[in-house]
């Protein structure tokens, strides 16, 4: 089993900045796909990013690409979300999920394993 913890939410203006971190314990996660996934008060839970198991795959929701950027540090079991020009249509709990496919890098959440219990993010002046 692999437990993962959502760090780095909070409060920040329109065009901020804000890092998420997703810390793993239990089996390593080196060989998983792992993603970030936000939801909204009253709507679906929609995919933000993922990022394959070696770090050499990205995927972006469009309503975010060239502003959110995931990374991955297998040798500390973390994953990090850096948000940047931040609007307040970003404003949501964001999940850290993980994907035991390693050849695949699902926008679906159905299709991941194992999640966080969310951290939010308020983007608001």
């Known amino acids: 089993q692999v437990q993962l913890v959502e760090s780095g939410g909070g409060l920040v203006q329109p065009g901020g900045s804000l890092r998420l971190s997703c810390t793993a314990s239990g089996r390593t996660f080196s060989g998983y796909t792992m993603g970030w996934f936000r939801q909204a008060p009253g709507k679906e839970r929609e995919f933000v990013a993922a990022?394959?198991?070696?770090?050499?795959?990205?995927r972006y929701a469009d309503s975010v690409k060239g502003r959110f950027t995931i990374s991955r540090n297998n040798a500390k079991n973390t994953m990090s979300l850096q948000m940047n020009s931040l609007k307040p249509e970003d404003t949501a709990v964001y999940y850290c999920?993980?994907?035991?496919?390693?050849?695949?890098?699902?926008?679906?959440?159905?299709?991941?394993?194992?999640w966080g219990q969310g951290t939010q993010v308020t983007v608001s002046s």
């Open positions: 990022i394959n198991w070696s770090g050499g795959t990205t």
């Open positions: 999920a993980a994907d035991q496919r390693r050849a695949i890098v699902s926008v679906t959440s159905s299709e991941y394993d194992y």
